[in-house]
Every structure is written in C-alpha cells, then in structure tokens.
C-alpha cells in the first residue's frame, strides 16, 4: 500500500455535507445505535445486579428512581424507539421502496414524530 | 471476502426484523419493571416465555451491535490495525457482557 493509498479519504465526510433533513436523521441513527449500546449495557448490569442480590438491585432502583434516573432512561426509550423505527424506514429502502426525496423526506419527519410518540406511549402505559 | 460482507448484510436486517417486536415487547415491560420491587422483577425472569425471549433478544442485540460497529469503523477508522483492534475490542464485549447476563438470568431461573 502506498501513501496515497493508505490516505485515501473515508465516507461519511460530516463536515463537508450540506446538513439537511435526510442526513441529520442518517447521523442521528448512528448516533442511536451508540446510545442504545450504552443502552443495552445498562439493563445487562441490570439483569446481572438482580441475580447477585436484593441489595445490590437496591443502588439501581435508587438510579431509576431519582428524577435524573428517570430523565435518563426516558432518553434512552426514545433513542431505542427513533432507532427502531428508524430502522423500519431502512428495512423498506432494501425493498427498494420511498427513495423520491418527497416520500423519503415525509418517511423521515413520520419516523421523527413516531418516536416522541412511542416514548410517550410506552412511559404512560407504565 | 464479498460473500461474508453479504452474510453480515444480511444478518443485519434478519436481526432487525426479529429484534422489531421483541424490543417493542420489552421495553413496553422494561419501562414499568425498572421502577418495580426486586421480587416482582426476579418472578418476572423466572417466567419461562419472558426467561426465552429475554435470552434471545440479548443475544441478536449485540450480534447486531457488533456487525453494526464494525460498518461505523469501517466508514471512519482510516488505519487497518487500529480498526482490528476496534473490531476486536466490540466482540470481545459482545461476547462477554451477554454471556455474563445470560448465566445471571439462567442461576435467577433455576434457583
């Protein structure tokens, strides 16, 4: 591999783009994916402090309780609920349907005001 | 070399498929459970159906964590070694974190 080579510019250049609706929601969807691995992280730690005992469960219901506890896990229901749905708009793509900038533009603000409502949903149902 | 690019593809979109209900399932629950006693969230787990599918949506999630990490390092880590070492990083957690929860989840099971 030369030096040209091995210097070759990467994809996703952010700074360069011209931010618009279709790649603020793109980055965001990463960016989603990051959170929800915190996420994840969060309810194994979880699941693992409830099987080494009552007090250890103890410190996280004292977290999930607090109003920062709640605040957090609230932005994290609605990280996974934008990346979910999110995901819904990809998995219609690899069909091959809504690539017109208007379908792909009005699937995008559907999937941004889906997801405030889903969190909502689901911390109500709770 | 092509062929395990379009294994991953695939395997990607299988898990989001699969994960689309199970997630929507769990956090429905995960949501009120998190703010619940401890021995409310331990017979919950000890439920056979929610013991199954608690195990199987941990490990699709970070199967699709992982393949979806390793497509961020592919597009913004110039330097191969650093992105093996990335790479290598992601499935060791991958691996570990799920497996550690999942015996936690079977000793809660069947104690």
């Known amino acids: 591999m030369n030096e040209l080579q091995k210097n070759r510019p990467l994809s996703p250049h952010l700074q360069v783009y011209k931010w618009q609706l279709s790649s603020l929601l793109s980055i965001t969807h990463r960016l989603t994916s990051i959170i929800n691995t915190a996420g994840i992280t969060l309810i194994c730690f979880w699941i693992i402090s409830l099987y080494l005992g009552e007090n250890c469960y103890k410190y996280f219901s004292m977290l999930t309780s607090s109003f920062i506890g709640k605040f957090i896990l609230i932005g994290f229901t609605w990280s996974f609920s934008y990346h979910l749905l999110n995901g819904v708009r990809h998995l219609v793509w690899d069909m091959g349907y809504g690539y017109e900038i208007r379908t792909a533009n009005l699937s995008g603000i559907l999937v941004l005001v889906s997801s405030f409502l889903l969190t909502i949903g689901l911390w109500i149902l709770a | ?111």
């Open chain 2, 1 to 111: 070399m092509s062929n395990n690019v379009v294994k991953k593809w695939m395997l990607q979109r299988i898990t989001a498929v699969i994960l689309l209900p199970l997630l929507i399932w769990f956090l429905s629950i995960f949501v009120g459970l998190v703010q619940k006693d401890y021995q409310v969230v331990i017979a919950f787990f000890k439920n056979d159906i929610n013991f199954v599918l608690s195990v199987i949506l941990l490990t699709l999630v970070f199967l699709h964590m992982k393949i979806g990490m390793g497509e961020i390092f592919e597009d913004y880590i110039q330097n191969s070694k650093y992105k093996s070492v990335a790479n290598f990083i992601i499935s060791v957690f991958a691996t570990v974190l799920p497996l550690a929860t999942v015996v936690s989840l079977i000793l809660i099971k069947f104690n």
